[in-house]
């Protein structure tokens, strides 16, 4: 599999590209890098943690432009909700917006009741409340963000991260959160979908946690975990981050380390590396990244200045695993065939479209071998919703290591089989993360019995 190069193509025709940034510009002020705040815990016993926030509209600076949108408590990214595995986590979320929305609850294992979307809940209304509680499972870095109208209010910064810590791992000196994000015409209300223009890469502008082209000065000598979420709805980051050390992906620590440069983060997709502090500054950067392809054509762009540099900390303690991929069974028990994207068609998932689909029934606790086949033009990261997905091989080659997900590329005529073990009982999604692909028809569902 490509390392962490998903990909999918999307309408970015209305992502404008607010004006760019070049590396060599120093004469203006530059932000100090902005981090979202950690949500406060309301419950003070032990073994739960309970947090309220509110759905509002928002306006957000992004360079010099403000954009009229909304976010949770008024940001985007919202406040952070940390929990400990076997944390029971409550949400009290106060809907002040003029519009019906719902939290779903991104790469987490939840009941089916709290997965946010409209199969089982009707959604918030203005001026409603609803409370959301279960059980947090496992740890990771996983995100919150609507599934209603889903397209417009991520688009407008309805998300923020949900950070699950294992009693098991060592605290690093700092804990952090990355967002990135490209804003465009659609956040004002004043841009149009084209579900079948490819993006340019070469247009579009970043943020990092809303700050444009900020510096981030490290404290010498300190070992830093920085948690990566990609909220675009349409845009692909090709980081370029010399000297990171690798910890894992969306489902927490992969089966092994490993030291890496480049890192290809889809929509909805995330990743954990290790920052060690040492002499810098070091610029890390985003390449053009096409979905109608991978790598394209153009010069890098700057997202961010790290002050402090890298590799003098020493790593932290993690206790990786060491486990391999899971062996292939041989054998497919769903599958699903990409399709679509030509002008006057939906976006199909085995031929059907989002509602008119058949779902399958798969017993709880079941091993499934689920195979991915990409016959479009363009490539789809995969999103399962209250399930976790092993990679078994990529056109017919297996990882290097474990490697445990929720959002997973499917590459342009390519073959992806995962094994899937459903632990919660339910209907639940499945669909591209590239959102207006899902607002197109490209959603399936598997009934878990």
Known sequence: MMFWAWACVADESSERGL??????????????????????DLDPEPGRVAYALGAQAAVHLVGDEEIVGYGYD???????????????????????????????????????????????????PAG????????????GTFWMHPHVDTDR??????????????PDEPPADDDVVLVFDAWDEAESGDGAADDHTPPDPRTVTWTVNGALDPRWSLSAGAAVRARLLNASNTSYLALRWPGVRRLGTDQGLWGAPGVVDDLVLAPGDRAEVEVLAGGGPLDVVTAPWSAAGGAAWGEPRRLFTVEGGLDTAPPLAMVFSGAGPPPDPGRTDLLYVFQGGAPDTDWLINGEAWPEVTVPTVALGAE?????????????????????????????????????????????????????????????????HLLSHEQGGMIAAIDVE
């Open 74 to 124: 008024g940001m985007a990214p919202g406040p952070t909700l940390r929990a400990t595995v076997g944390d029971v986590l409550t949400l009290d979320l106060y809907n002040t917006l003029e519009v019906a929305t719902t939290v779903h609850w991104h790469g987490m294992e939840v009941p089916a009741a709290m997965d946010g979307v409209e199969l089982v809940q009707t959604p918030i």
């Open 128 to 139: 409603g409340a609803f409370t959301y509680t279960f059980p947090v499972r496992h740890a």
């Open 368 to 432: 499934l071998v689920v195979e991915l086949r990409n016959l479009s033009a363009t490539e789809h990261p995969f999103h399962v919703h209250g399930n976790r997905l092993a990679v078994v091989s990529v056109d017919g080659i297996a990882p290097d290591t474990l490697q445990v997900e929720d959002t997973v590329n499917v590459g342009i005529r390519s073959v992806v089989r995962l094994l899937m073990v459903p632990s919660e009982p339910g209907r639940w999604l499945a669909h591209c």
């Open 19 to 40: 004006p760019e940034v070049p590396a060599a510009e120093e004469a203006r002020a530059r932000p100090e890098m902005p981090f979202p705040p950690d949500a406060v």
């Open 153 to 166: 209010q991520v688009d407008l910064g309805l998300y923020g991260v949900v950070v699950v810590d294992s």
